[in-house]
């Protein structure tokens, strides 16, 4: 049998062990898998597997154990590959019997011919997903991940991204935004307001890739054909894109979904070779024209670029920080443990959260409150067309033109896994692509910024935006924005038609008066200190946070998001009496509307104090906050008098 | 066995074609059998058979004379006679004995059919063990009948008999299809298509078959499994039958037949490696279309020194060409011919699944379509087509100096058929059939339903149960959703009556109408949905379009075509402007959208339903005024409303209690709680699809007294009072309502309880709509013209009193305006706006009585 270390590096050694076995029934498949799986249930086995996430293709080895944390962009149709398959040799003649699954490349010796016609031959399937790093993920949970890797620290790698290969990476897509745009100059622009946005991330320097890129792109232009857009959703994003293979239940998964794989990592240079050679050669053949240059490319780029993943294992997350057990669901002890634990220590957190939140918000406790609700929401369950749970919040009164919701931004991204902000400019608005749509020719899923992962932060800033005309994109890009807000889905663009694909995106506008888009709730900021320098006021906010603190913090908003709910009989006739009461008393002003967002705001308060049931108390508190709230919003009215 | 008799025969039948009677037995080249030859052929390395000359026959020898005539000589004489190189032999004796040639057969050319033929390349990929025939080898010569293809079940002899006993003898009076236009269903249907082919000349039989399957389970099953030698079995036979018929007959090349409709996979998604080489029929959307590719089918090469010239056919996509001339021995002297190479139109075209098809959350899969020769260009992008084809699977090829292969295929499908499934739009045809297939469990499940007594309340209780309440709504909408029965009276000169109900919501911001037209929206298949403020008159019917590849002018169809059959969801459609609301004037009564645009002139069906959602104009709704004045629409549109519902927010203590309870619900109940309370949406859909497609009630005799009732009373209602309170378009309304409550009911038959409901209904929404606020009374003329009774009535007293103002005044022939006003004002009990006498000066002058320039007043 083979040793410990061989199912990391030589995975494909212990597949072969195992046909050798069983070979003719299709056993050995299953035995395959549940031997992995009990493999990586050793304890921390998980962590030895080195992660594409971290580590740079080319420090890994080929055909080792990788696991992948991926979210899908997109979905190729399924192919036939070769399952089983004979060898015969040329000289000898004698056949032998090998496997396909978990390889691009069917192999054989040097003197060996693949007998096409063997009666031994079996075909199967299977599933192609094109996967790129979840998008917008927050550079603090990035390290964490990396941090679980004991291979890391031993190596240098870690090192490594900083130098080689980032920039390099960044080049390509620097390139290929020029491509793929007509007008190079407001390309570059953007790119540059997306690469200082992209420096949050923490470990990129912009500078050095602004003045590095173009001289790289000078040397390798002219003998190289143009770069391969690896079709992020998010522009600026880096990090490795994979064709995943999936062999079993991939009907399981689907577009968008963040997934965890551990499978066999394959870069055979023969991949690309296999390509330009089938080019060449095939002017008369009539199958090469099936497909067209643009989607050879995308279907089976250098696998350099990106590798492929032929997945042994594979799993769908509920969230992607680090800091929580993968999964929550399962009955283990040791989760059981971790959530108990914690939640016994819930309420000084809470307490500690809010107070940093509300430092952050310029002392304004109550928009601090309403930022906690916003940011433990999440959509549970969908009532045929109706999305319950999201809780889009639209901070009004930011200031205008300050770095105050740049550094706002930067606060919850330190708190949640994945967030984006977008800035709202017309520019930006007629120019970028939000909706996702199919490329024909190249028969790919573009991606666009609003395809994202489940329980993404999306950070909408509208302070930017001025007046000014909005082209058909800008205004298919705006509604695309009210339609995530409101119904949480995204219609993707087929071309010949549309498709609905529903999403979980916690959207956060901030603006100077009311927002153009719509909104759950509306809350007027009021800042209770104007700090004279903001920035140095805000970097020190967040330096003053412990790190275990801020851990606390994380755990706390992922954790409670996942946590159960329900209202009793006796408290629901409670809301029943006093929604009727108020009708009575000021029916024009309370409307069913209010009702929703009352259970709404009445839900996450319950939730975000740990209880998962609603009590009288919490109901009169979410009371008492809307009423605040709409105080507030009435005071503003009466102020500027023009609003609503 | 051959003659060289053939080729003087083959001859005389080219040129004097059915003149000359069938040398009886020419055994060798019932053309029939070459093309069988032909399929074989392509079907890759055949073994050299004991009767198969080797692969460079084309080179005169003693072996091609053997089997038919000399090439060039071929060549020269019938040149689409291409391709006779291959023996083949395919047939067996029996079948030569029995495959009777006839003078028409063998007089019309084959066309070689690369539709099947492609498989050459497919051989290799052999993909079962003993995978499908290689090559056919009669097993036992003297047994004749009992040869079968090898590897497969399929005997040629047996399986062409029981084709043509198919041909000849199906009958299934019950099938009716939309190509059956002038058929008799009770006589043979495919010797009828024959009949056809004879009169059009366009030689190709479709043969369903899920007919074949009914007449012969065992034959369907090998043409399933073994397309690639069965079809040209059923080609030969439906030969010979067609020949036998009509020998005079002279067609472009011989009878092709083309299988539809195999009921082996349905779905893309379903596609799996057991399918390969198989005959399948998939449904999907054509997305994009290669340009013609000649393929080579036969090159000509001519050596350079000696002019010697030799044929080589294509084998796996490669040409040997010949390295040494047989004739003088040269190397390398032989040059390819171009022009008098042999060459097949190919398409490439690729498909992807129908929307619909797609689980959520996934994306689409397409599959890649090969189409030959006159199928190429049959579809465009965009188009839905159902593709009957054989499935294929290709290694990626081997390459000479990398030992190892990708381990992965390439899969195709060679298009036997298309089918386009949305051309039948443009028939007028009435029928929806949707091509969908309810299983039989599916349709007891329906029926089972559709006996409950509260079935309408239940399907009403289901649509959108998160919204609260509005029942009248939801039944309307429900009704909505069935539509009623369609009625031709193009004959006595009305056209089409409409069947689609359309519904107004209008009301207070809030009251979820967004909400019910989003669920409607995606409840329905072909829904569309748009925003009044968001659409243009464009966006909504059509526009030109110049494809940017083909240069070519494209009518791309708007929202209302789009929902043809379906319903047409427009939000916030009082912020609609008005050029774009004009459209609809057309569409919501004659059903139709006419364009001319780009020189291009054309009516397009939009046979749509409208669910239209209006707010006040006053952001609230307000009661002190009809709803004309509410939502600022012109009456002629509203008009077209069978029902207009007012969604008010009901103030009322049980109501908020009730619509509390609800929400409150809705915020912790988990999903699957939810789920079990209702009729689920899926089976909702289904039951709207099968009442749509199956159930088409008619009026029986008490219903219709009961609508003339109906329709008396509501006219009655009215004339007491010199108010009409019903039109004609009321009627048909109830009527539509009725069929539609029927529907629901799965009745075959209008009764009085679908009038009574429909009556119902429309009261109920009329209450709501057609209220004069000032008098109380329901008056349907509000929304008629667009004026209450009432205030019409006043109108015209008002202008009375000023003409007799004016003739009490005496024979003056002018007035000062401002004096006629302000005396109108004193003698007047109520207050006189300026804008009512305006109004009432202007009757006047309609009447010829007075005439207005500027600030005076005129008597005439």
């Known amino acids: 049998m083979p040793c410990v270390g061989d199912w990391l590096n030589n995975p494909l050694s212990i597949v072969r062990g195992f046909f050798a076995q069983n070979a003719p029934n299709s056993d050995w498949e299953k035995k395959v898998t549940e031997y992995f799986k009990e493999k990586l249930k050793e304890n921390n086995a998980t962590n030895w597997v080195p992660s594409l996430n971290d580590i740079p293709v080319h420090y890994l080895k080929p055909n080792s154990l990788v ?54 031959t079996v075909t199967l399937e299977r599933q192609t997903f094109y996967c790129v790093p979840v998008p917008g993920e927050s550079a603090w949970s990035v390290v964490l991940n990396h941090r679980f890797h004991a291979y890391i620290s031993a190596s240098q790698a870690r090192v490594s991204p900083s130098t080689s290969y980032t920039p390099s990476r960044h080049k390509r897509s ?471 | 066995m051959s003659s060289p008799a053939s080729t003087p025969s083959r001859r005389r039948g080219k040129r004097g074609r059915g003149s000359n009677p069938s040398t009886p037995q020419d055994a060798r080249s019932p053309p029939s059998q070459k093309r069988r030859a032909d399929d074989s052929t392509s079907t890759g390395d055949l073994q050299p058979l004991p009767t198969s000359p080797p692969a460079d026959v084309q080179s005169p020898g003693a072996a091609d004379a053997l089997f038919s005539s000399p090439p060039q000589f071929r060549h020269s004489a019938i040149p689409l006679d291409f391709d006779i190189s291959s023996p083949l ?27 099947l033929g492609s498989a050459r390349k497919a051989r290799q990929v052999d993909l079962h063990s003993d995978g499908l025939a290689e090559d056919i080898v009669a097993t036992d010569q003297s047994l004749g009948q009992k040869l079968v293809i090898w590897g497969t079940d399929v005997n040629v002899a047996s399986c062409k008999e029981k084709f043509q006993r198919f041909l000849q003898r199906f009958i299934d009076p019950l099938d009716k299809e939309d190509e059956d236009i002038g058929l008799d269903l009770n006589e043979p249907r495919y010797m009828q298509r024959l009949q056809e082919i004879n009169m059009v000349g366009e030689p190709f039989l479709n043969v369903n078959c899920d007919h074949l399957r009914s007449f012969d389970e065992n034959l369907y099953r090998q043409l399933i499994c073994y397309p690639q030698e069965v079809i040209p079995t059923f080609d030969m036979a439906a030969n010979e039958i067609f020949f036998d018929r009509y020998p005079d007959s002279i067609l472009e090349h011989q009878i092709q037949v083309r299988p539809y409709n195999a009921l082996k996979t349905r779905n893309m998604r379903n596609l799996n490696p057991e399918d390969i080489d198989q005959l399948i029929t998939i449904s999907g959307m054509v997305i994009r279309s290669s340009q013609l590719i000649p393929e080579m089918q036969e090159a000509f090469f001519k050596c350079q020194v000696c002019s010697f010239t030799t044929r080589v056919e294509i084998d796996r996509g490669r040409i040997a060409e010949p390295s040494v001339c047989k004739n003088c021995n040269t190397t390398h002297s032989m040059a390819l011919i171009h022009n008098r190479s042999m060459f097949s139109d190919k398409q490439m075209i690729k498909l992807q699944e129908s929307p619909e098809d797609m689980p959520a959350g996934q994306t689409p899969h397409t599959v890649v379509l090969f189409a030959h020769n006159d199928l190429v260009d049959k579809v465009q992008p965009g188009d839905r087509v159902n593709v009957t084809g054989i499935y294929r699977a290709v290694p990626i090829r081997v390459n000479p100096r990398v030992s190892s292969v990708k381990s992965v295929y390439k899969t195709h499908i060679d298009v036997i058929h298309y089918r386009k499934t949305d051309s039948k739009r443009l028939h007028g045809v009435d029928e929806e059939t949707e091509q969908k297939m309810f299983t039989e469990e599916r349709v007891k499940i329906l029926k089972e339903l559709s006996k409950k007594a509260d079935i309408y309340e239940r399907l009403s209780l289901a649509l959108a149960p998160s919204i609260y309440e509005h029942e009248d709504i939801k039944k309307g909408i429900l009704l909505q959703l069935f539509g009623g029965s369609r009625k031709d009276f193009t004959n006595t000169g009305r056209g089409n009556f409409r069947a689609e109900i359309n519904i107004l919501l209008c009301g207070d911001p809030g009251t979820s109408k967004s909400q019910l037209l989003q669920y409607v929206y995606n409840l329905v298949p072909r829904g569309q949905y748009t925003s009044g403020k968001g659409s243009s008159a464009v966006g909504l019917t059509a526009y030109v379009m110049k494809d940017p590849e083909t240069r070519q002018l494209v009518l791309q169809t708007g929202a209302l075509v789009l929902s043809d059959n379906g319903i047409c969801c427009i939000d916030e459609f009082d912020k609609m402007n008005e050029s774009t609301r004009s459209v609809l004037h057309e569409v919501m009564e004659q059903q139709t959208l006419s364009i001319a645009k780009a020189g291009i002139i054309c009516q397009l069906n939009a046979r749509t339903s409208i669910l239209a959602a209006a707010n006040p104009i006053e952001s609230q709704w307000n009661p002190k005024k009809t709803t004309i004045e509410n939502i600022q629409l012109p009456h002629t549109l509203l008009s077209r409303f069978d029902l207009i519902f007012l ?108 009038v009574e409901e429909a009556k119902r209904l429309h009261r109920e929404a009329l209450k709501q709509s057609a209220t004069d606020p000032r008098t109380g009374i329901v008056d349907i003329s509000i929304l008629t013209t ?72 005129r008597l005439l």
Not at chain 1, 310 to 322: D, E, R, Y
Not at chain 1, 352 to 365: K, N, Q, V
Not at chain 1, 462 to 468: M, R, Y
Not at chain 2, 833 to 848: G, S, V
Request: hydrophobic share 35%; glycine share 4%.
């Open chain 1, 67 to 120: 696991k992948f944390r991926c979210m899908i962009q997109d979905m190729f149709d399924p192919e036939l590959y070769m399952g089983v398959y004979e060898t015969v040799d040329s000289n000898t003649s004698a056949r032998v019997l090998h496997f396909g699954k978990y390889r691009d490349v069917a192999e054989c010796g040097p003197q060996q011919e693949i007998d096409l016609n063997s009666s031994q």
């Open chain 1, 174 to 644: 620097y390139e290929e935004d020029e491509d793929m745009d007509l007008h190079p100059s407001k390309q570059k622009e953007q790119h540059m307001g997306n690469s200082s946005g992209g420096d949050i991330h923490g470990c990129v320097e912009p500078k050095r890739l602004e003045t590095e890129a173009p001289a790289g792109h000078h040397l390798i232009s002219p003998n190289c054909s143009p770069p391969l857009d690896l079709n992020f959703p998010l522009p600026g994003e880096k990090g490795p894109a994979c064709l995943v293979k999936v062999y079993e239940s991939w009907e399981s998964f689907k577009v968008n979904d963040v997934l965890e794989v551990y499978g066999i990592l394959s870069v055979d240079p023969v991949l690309s070779i296999v390509n330009s050679e089938e080019r060449d050669s095939s002017a008369l053949d009539p199958m090469e024209c099936m497909d067209t240059v643009e989607e050879q490319r995308v279907h089976s780029p250098p696998a350099s670029l990106v590798p492929r993943i032929h997945v042994i294992l594979a799993q769908k997350l509920q969230h992607i920080n680090p800091l929580l057990p993968a999964c929550l669901k399962e009955e283990e002890s040791k989760t059981c443990e971790f959530v108990s634990n914690f939640m016994s220590e819930l309420s000084p957190v809470r307490a500690e959260l809010l107070g940093f939140l509300t430092h952050a918000l310029l002392g304004d406790s109550l928009a601090a409150e309403y930022l906690i609700l916003h940011l433990i929401s999440t959509v549970y369950a969908r009532r045929d067309v109706l999305p319950l749970g999201k809780f889009a919040v639209n901070l009004s009164g930011c200031p205008r033109n300050s770095i105050f919701t740049e550094h706002v931004y930067r606060i919850i991204q330190q708190l949640v896994p994945a967030s984006h902000r977008l800035q709202m400019t017309v520019e930006s608005m007629n120019q970028s692509r939000f909706i996702p749509h199919k490329d024909y020719t190249a028969n790919r899923l573009v991606s666009g910024v609003l395809q994202l992962a489940s329980n993404t932060s999306l950070v909408v800033d509208e302070t930017q935006l001025e007046q000014g005309q909005l082209d058909t994109t800008g205004v298919r890009n705006v509604t695309a924005l009210g339609n995530l807000i409101t119904w949480q889905k995204v219609d993707y663009d087929f071309n010949y038609h549309r498709m609905e694909f529903p999403c979980n995106i916690n959207v956060l506008i901030t603006s100077e008066g009311r927002s153009l888009l719509p909104s759950d709730c509306q809350v007027h900021l009021q800042p209770q200190i104007m700090p004279p320098n903001m920035e140095e006021y805000m970097s020190s906010l967040l330096t003053a946070v412990l790190p275990s603190m801020l851990n606390k913090f994380r755990i706390y908003l992922s954790l409670l998001r996942l946590l159960d709910y329900s209202i009793s009989d006796e408290v629901t006739k409670a809301v029943e009496e006093d929604f009727v009461e108020m009708r009575k008393n000021d029916p024009e002003s309370i409307t069913a509307d209010d009702l929703h967002k009352t259970l709404l705001v009445a839900r996450f308060l319950s939730l975000s104090a740990g209880q998962t049931t609603l009590s009288r108390e919490r109901w009169l508190r979410a009371k008492q906050l809307e009423a605040l709230r709409k105080a507030r919003l009435r005071q503003q009215q009466s102020v500027n008098g023009n609003e609503l």
């Open chain 2, 89 to 115: 032999t395919y047939g067996t004796p029996s079948s030569r004995v029995e495959g009777t040639p006839r003078s028409g057969v063998r007089g019309t050319p084959v066309r070689q059919r690369p539709d």
């Open chain 2, 647 to 754: 969604m008010l927010d009901p103030r009322d203590e049980a109501y908020d209690r009730r619509l509390a309870r609800h929400l409150v619900s809705l915020y912790y109940q988990s999903e699957e709680k939810m789920e079990e309370e209702y009729v689920d949406m899926a089976i909702l859909r289904d039951y709207i699809a099968y009442a749509r497609c199956y159930v088409n009630p008619r009026i029986s005799e008490e219903a219709s007294q009961a609508l003339i009732e109906a329709y008396v009373d509501m006219r009655k209602i009215g004339s007491g009072r010199g108010m009409v309170s019903a039109y004609p378009r009321q009627l048909e309304s109830l009527i539509r309502l009725a069929e539609a409550h029927a529907k629901v009911r799965f009745s075959d038959k209008v009764e009085t309880i679908d």
């Open chain 2, 786 to 857: 667009g004026m209450s009774a009432t205030a019409r009535k006043r109108k015209e007293e008002l202008a009375q009193a000023l003409r007799k103002l004016i003739q009490s005044k005496g024979k003056t022939p002018s007035l000062k305006y401002q004096q006629l006003f302000d005396d109108l004002r004193a003698q007047s009990d109520t207050a006189v706006t300026k804008e009512m006498f305006e109004e009432a000066l202007r009757a006047l002058a309609d009447d010829d009585f007075l005439t207005v320039t500027g600030k005076t007043v």
